[in-house]
């Protein structure tokens, strides 16, 4: 089972980036996926996290207005799509696979089963 993000790159303050998450081994419908992010010296934090279906959407308060998460499990994909990016945006990304059906928000790192490798994200100023 494997997560893949993909979208990695550098991007001047204002502008736009979108993320990608796939899977190889996993049917993503059944999973609630969450995006994660770890800016440099600092622990990992929840961004945004969708329910199955994709009904539910959480965003952490700093992104919120800004970033957009969504899915396609038709095509085993979950998107993030960042709008106004900030320098304070720089960071590497995870994305995240949970089966339990306790996962309401999904804000901890304990409550998934799968993570991507990560994708760097570079804002400048």
């Known amino acids: 089972v494997q997560l893949v993000e993909s979208g990695r790159g550098l991007v001047q303050a204002g502008g736009s980036l979108r993320l990608t998450c796939t899977s190889s081994?996993?049917?993503?419908?059944?999973?609630?996926i969450g995006w994660f992010r770890q800016a440099p010296g600092k622990e990992r934090e929840f961004a945004a996290g969708?329910?199955?279906?994709?009904?539910?959407?959480y965003y952490t308060d700093s992104v919120k207005g800004r970033f957009t998460i969504s899915r396609d499990n038709a095509k085993n994909m979950v998107y993030l799509q960042m709008n106004s990016v900030e320098p304070e945006d720089t960071a590497v990304y995870y994305c995240a696979a949970g089966s339990s059906s306790r996962i309401v928000v999904g804000l901890t790192g304990s409550e998934y089963d799968y993570w991507g490798q990560g994708t760097l994200v570079t804002v400048s100023s």
């Open positions: 081994g996993l049917t993503f419908s059944r999973y609630y």
């Open positions: 969708i329910s199955r279906l994709g009904g539910n959407t």
